[in-house]
DNA sequence: CCATTTATGCCACTCAGTGGCACTTGCTTT
DNA sequence: AAAGCAAGTGCCACTGAGTGGCATAAATGG
C-alpha cells in the first residue's frame, strides 16, 4: 500500500532527450532498463513467479532504488499504457471543442494521444503489458485504478475549462466512461490479433468501436435460439 | 497475490438462515463478524492504518482462517458490494429481454437486485466500504477489478442466452460499461449526500444516471467563459 | 576544485499472504 | 452413547512487497 506516489516522470519524446543534463538522461534509462526487463522477466516466468529481488538484480539496481521509480510492482508493468493516458491529459489542456460533442473531442483527443506514441516498441510492450494484466488480477486491478483516476483528472481539466452542465450532472462522466470502455474494447481485440500489428492498428479498432457507440443504446436481443 | 480464490460464498438472505445447519450458520456469523468489525476498524484508524492481526484480535480469529473467508485485507472490505453484484449475475440467467434494448434490461436487472438487497444496514455497510475505497487506492482498485470481472461475466452469460451480434461487436460491451458507469456515478453521488439515506435513495440516483444516457452521446462543451 | 544537491546502496523492519500439520467440533453411524 | 469422519480452525514458520534511516557516490554550480 504506497503512501504518497513520487513525481512518476513519463519518458519525454525522443527528440529532446539529448537536450537533458547528465543525470536527467541516466535517470531516463534506468526506467526504461527497468520497464524492459521487467516485461520480459514476467512474461517468462509470470507476474507472481518473479521477485523484484530478480528484476533488481538483472537490472544491476537496488530494491529501494526501484522504489523511489516506482509505486510498486504493478505499476513497472503498466507504464507504457500509462504514458499515453498521461499524454491524453495533457492534450486536453490545449484543445478547442469548436462545436464537437464532448464526447466527439473525447475520442478525438484519444485518437490524437495514440498516434504520438513512440513507435519504437511502444507498441510490443503495451501488448505484453496488457497480455500480462489478463493474467493477473492485481495487475488488472491496477490498471483499472489508474484508468479511473485519470479519468477523473481529465474531467477535472474540462470542467475548469467549459461548460459541463453542472457538477451534478452525470453526463460527462458517462461520455468519458463510454471512452474508456471503447479504448478497453479495442485494446483487447487488438492484442488478440495474429501476428503484432502495429499502432495504426489498434487506431482502427480504437474507430471502430467508436463507431458503435451510438448502436450501443438500441441493440436488442436476439430470440434465444438463434445460434 | 492470491493465487486461487477459495467460493467466496456471499451472505443468503436472511429468512433461510435458520434452516441451515449449525456449522453453516457459524461461518455465516464469522464471516459477518468479520465483515462489520473490519468496516469499523478500516473507518477508525484507515485502511493502511489498521493491521490484519487487530482485526482477527477483535473478532477472535487467526489470521489463518481470515484467509479462508476472503481473498485479501481489500476483499472483505468491499463484500457487502459484491454480495449486490452477485445477485445482479443470478438473476441475469432468468431475465427475458420481452422487446426491451440490452441496455433497458441491464438496467432494470441492476435496479431489481438493488431493491432485493437486505434492510438491516446493508446501506451502512456500503457506505463505509465505499467511503473507505475513496480514500484507499488499493480498495479502489480491488473493487474496480471485481466490476470489471462480473461485469465480462454477466456478458458472458447474456451470449449463452441471447444473440447479441456475434462475439466481435462491440457494443453489448458499451453497453455493459455504460449500466457500470451509471453505478458508479449514483454511488458517488448517493454517498456525498447529507445524512444517511437508504437504498431507496440510492435506486433514484442510479434512475437519474439512467436518464441521463442518451443525453451523453449529444451534450456539447459549453463557452469557455460560461461561468 | 570544492560545496551542495540529488540519486543510490545497504540494512533492518513491518505486514500481507501461504504452506503444513495438529487439533477441535459438528455431524453420522452403529 | 461411543466411535469415526471430515470440515473448520489454530499455531508456527516462511516468502516477498514495501518503507525508514543513514551512509556513500556522483552530478552540478560556483
Chains 1, 2 share one sequence.
Do not use: N
Not at 532504488?65 to 509505486?71: H, P
Not at 483516476?149 to 475549462?161: E, N
Amino acid at each position: 500500500m504506497p503512501e504518497a506516489a513520487p513525481a512518476p516522470a513519463p519518458a519525454p519524446g525522443r527528440q529532446d532527450r539529448h537536450r537533458l543534463p547528465l543525470r536527467e538522461r541516466k535517470k531516463l534509462r534506468t526506467r526504461q532498463a527497468l520497464i524492459e526487463t521487467a516485461l520480459d522477466l514476467f512474461t517468462e516466468r509470470g507476474f507472481d513467479g518473479a521477485t523484484l529481488d530478480e528484476l533488481c538484480e538483472r537490472v544491476e539496481v537496488s530494491k529501494r532504488t526501484f522504489f523511489r521509480y516506482f509505486t510498486s510492482k504493478e505499476d513497472v508493468a503498466m507504464a507504457p499504457t500509462q504514458d499515453m493516458w498521461t499524454a491524453l491529459l495533457e492534450d486536453l489542456e490545449s484543445v478547442e471543442p469548436e462545436g464537437r460533442t464532448l464526447l466527439a473531442v473525447l475520442q478525438d483527443v484519444l485518437l490524437g494521444a495514440l498516434a504520438r506514441m513512440p513507435d519504437d516498441g511502444w507498441a510490443r510492450r503495451v501488448r505484453l503489458s496488457h497480455r500480462l494484466a489478463e493474467r493477473s488480477p492485481s495487475m488488472d486491478a491496477h490498471g483499472l485504478h489508474f484508468c479511473d483516476r485519470t479519468g477523473r483528472a481529465a474531467l477535472d481539466v474540462l470542467h475548469r475549462r467549459f461548460d459541463l452542465g453542472g457538477a451534478a450532472d452525470p453526463r460527462p462522466r458517462l461520455a468519458l466512461d463510454l471512452v474508456i470502455a471503447s479504448f478497453h474494447w479495442a485494446l483487447h481485440t487488438w492484442i488478440a490479433r495474429p501476428g503484432s500489428p502495429g499502432r495504426a492498428r489498434l487506431a482502427d479498432d480504437l474507430r471502430d468501436a467508436f463507431a458503435a457507440v451510438p448502436g450501443s443504446l438500441t441493440l436488442k436481443p436476439g430470440p434465444t435460439t438463434a445460434r
